[in-house]
């Protein structure tokens, strides 16, 4: 059985460790607010675009666009976005497993670009191609950043050098729960959107052409999907770190619990045993 000493030094430990959840708790509520009333404002210009290619696309019928059909390649770039720091439950681990275990890719085929660390540690370690790593953008994302990252990826599809770009996040439903995602950027499946879309009773006209028109756009709606993605991938990531902090606070409160009943045991018995040899002594003595 533990000494007293020993049961006493490990509750401090764990009411240090608590003091400092509390804390992360704290960070992460007041960071999750402002996070989530950024990811509800990013979501109206995303739905706006996405409403805006959908209804071209259900207008025009079948066009034969660059964006609209796979590309030679075989390569499929995927964004990953995760946090540069830990203790958030599985809200890293989740994003990882929608690629490690895709029941379809090869891993050769892949080339990952990481926002954030512990996704880009993570894949690294299972042998994936880490073909661009961006750890700051997840600190404070900015819509110019997603404009970057978008050109570069629109840049590689339309080389050839890739074929398919995939989007892997984390969707932002409320404050506890969070759905990790996996979306097909490029090409944009017309099919898809066509089936999605209601049918349209007008032929829409385009000004300039609907091959122009699309080439504009779809940029755009990229470069929105990723922003959105960055936006939604934050506010979960502090959601996540909050119920995760305030699981570890319960869980340590009832540590401290149960070794303060164990302590308070250790020194009754404590007491009694030398009531005994006191008693014992005392008779012995008489």
């Known amino acids: 059985m533990a000494s007293m000493r020993d049961i006493k ?36 210009y995303f739905n706006c675009m996405y409403e ?16 609209l059909v796979p590309g030679d390649s075989a390569k499929k770039a995927v964004i990953v976005l995760t946090s540069n720091r ?15 275990r895709h029941e379809t890719w090869k891993k050769e085929d892949l080339e990952i670009y990481a926002l954030g660390n512990k996704g880009r540690d993570a894949l690294a370690r299972n042998g994936y191609e880490i073909k661009g790593s961006y750890p700051d953008i997840m600190e404070e994302p900015a819509y110019a950043d997603a404009m970057v990252l978008s050109k570069q990826l629109l840049a590689s599809f339309e080389n050839g050098e890739i074929g398919e ?37 007008a032929i829409m006209n385009f000004e300039p052409e609907d091959v122009d028109a699309l080439a504009m756009i779809i940029p755009k709606y990229i470069t929105s999907l990723i922003y959105g993605a960055m936006m939604e991938a934050i506010a979960s ?6 119920q995760a902090m305030d699981s570890a606070t319960s869980n340590a409160e009832e540590m401290i619990s149960d070794l303060s009943l164990k302590y308070n045991r250790a020194r009754q018995g404590s ?15 008489g």
């Not at 490990?10 to 960071?31: C, F, H």
């Not at 025009?60 to 666009?65: A, E, S, T, Y």
């Not at 729960?177 to 979306?183: D, G, I, N, S, Y």
């Not at 990531?237 to 909050?242: I, L, S, T, V, W």
């Open 52 to 67: 805006t290619v959908r209804n071209i696309l259900s207008r025009v019928g079948h066009i034969d666009h660059p964006y």
């Open 271 to 285: 007491i009694t045993q030398e009531l005994t040899e006191i008693i014992a002594g005392a008779e012995a003595l």
């Open 165 to 201: 770009i995939y989007l892997a996040y984390t969707s932002f439903k409320n404050t506890v729960v969070h759905e990790p995602k996996l979306l097909k950027l490029l090409p944009v499946e017309q099919e898809t959107v066509e089936a999605e879309a209601p049918k349209a009773e």
């Open 237 to 242: 990531e502090n959601g996540a770190r909050m």
């Open 9 to 44: 030094r490990r509750r401090s430990s764990i009411q240090g460790t608590q003091q400092i959840t509390k804390a992360m708790k704290l960070v992460s509520t007041v960071k999750l607010q402002r996070a989530k009333a950024n990811a509800e404002r990013s979501k109206i």
């Open 86 to 100: 830990g203790l958030a439950g599985g809200y890293n681990s989740n994003v990882v497993k929608l690629i490690t």
